[in-house]
């Protein structure tokens, strides 16, 4: 299918500055590791790769959705290559991404899908800034997710993969599709709104 090179290597992308994120977790407060990660929505955007987040504002019509759900797929197989690269660190990645796992599913699905909507509005404005050469929104607006809790699904999905595998539980499959489905929300509300 269509854009599945690219998907993957959105995916690698996004688990790289996740895992640059969770190396520096324990270093004032994650600030430098937030602002690092902004590298992977850089590079997606200069190099048009097809994330799910970057992708999901600006769709035309339901008949795209099959399309963005294998992109979702493609993002999530570059994640899970990075991911597996992450169990061979000396760093303490899994540990950190276990930390994040634990919580998004102590505040559940609904909480947490919820949050996610505000990932999803500042990706699609970040993008947009972005595919129009203006890329201090994307150092700005990656942090800014981060710092607030915001959960993005490519990022949790490396966070997810990172994981220890006795971390694997229905509820977790359940929390990743609040997230995407909080992503999608987050990242079209915009239109909804500009429309009423």
């Not at 895992?19 to 004032?28: I, P, R, T």
């Not at 430098?32 to 504002?57: C, D, E, N, S, W």
């Given at each position: 299918?269509?854009?599945?090179?690219?998907?993957?290597?959105?995916?690698?992308?996004?688990?790289?500055?996740?895992?640059?994120?969770?190396a520096l977790a324990?270093?004032?407060?994650?600030?430098?590791?937030?602002?690092?990660?902004?590298?992977?929505?850089?590079?997606?955007?200069?190099?048009?790769?097809?994330?799910?987040?970057?992708?999901?504002?600006?769709?035309?019509?339901?008949?795209?959705?099959?399309?963005?759900?294998?992109?979702?797929?493609?993002?999530?197989?570059?994640?899970?290559?990075?991911?597996?690269?992450?169990?061979?660190?000396?760093?303490?990645?899994?540990?950190?991404?276990?930390?994040?796992?634990?919580?998004?599913?102590?505040?559940?699905?609904?909480?947490?899908?919820?949050?996610?909507?505000?990932?999803?509005?500042?990706?699609?404005?970040?993008?947009?800034?972005?595919?129009?050469?203006?890329?201090?929104?994307?150092?700005?607006?990656?942090?800014?997710?981060?710092?607030?809790?915001?959960?993005?699904c490519i990022a949790?999905?490396?966070?997810?993969?990172?994981?220890?595998?006795?971390?694997?539980?229905?509820?977790?499959?359940?929390?990743?599709?609040?997230?995407?489905?909080?992503?999608?929300?987050?990242?079209?509300?915009?239109?909804?709104?500009?429309?009423?």
């Amino acid at each position: 299918m269509k854009d599945t090179g690219s998907s993957i290597l959105a995916g690698i992308c996004i688990g790289i500055a996740g895992w640059v994120n969770l190396a520096l977790a324990g270093v004032g407060k994650g600030i430098p590791g937030a602002i690092i990660f902004a590298f992977g929505l850089l590079a997606v955007v200069h190099y048009k790769l097809r994330l799910y987040t970057g992708t999901a504002g600006f769709i035309q019509s339901a008949a795209e959705l099959p399309h963005l759900l294998w992109i979702l797929l493609g993002n999530i197989v570059g994640t899970l290559l990075v991911a597996g690269l992450a169990r061979l660190s000396p760093l303490p990645i899994c540990d950190n991404a276990a930390n994040i796992l634990a919580a998004r599913t102590a505040i559940g699905p609904l909480k947490a899908g919820l949050l996610a909507i505000g990932c999803g509005c500042i990706m699609t404005t970040a993008v947009q800034f972005g595919r129009e050469g203006k890329y201090l929104l994307i150092i700005f607006g990656v942090p800014a997710f981060i710092i607030c809790g915001f959960p993005h699904c490519i990022a949790d999905a490396f966070y997810i993969l990172a994981s220890p595998w006795s971390m694997y539980t229905p509820a977790t499959l359940l929390l990743y599709v609040a997230l995407v489905l909080g992503n999608f929300i987050g990242c079209n509300l915009y239109r909804v709104l500009i429309k009423l």
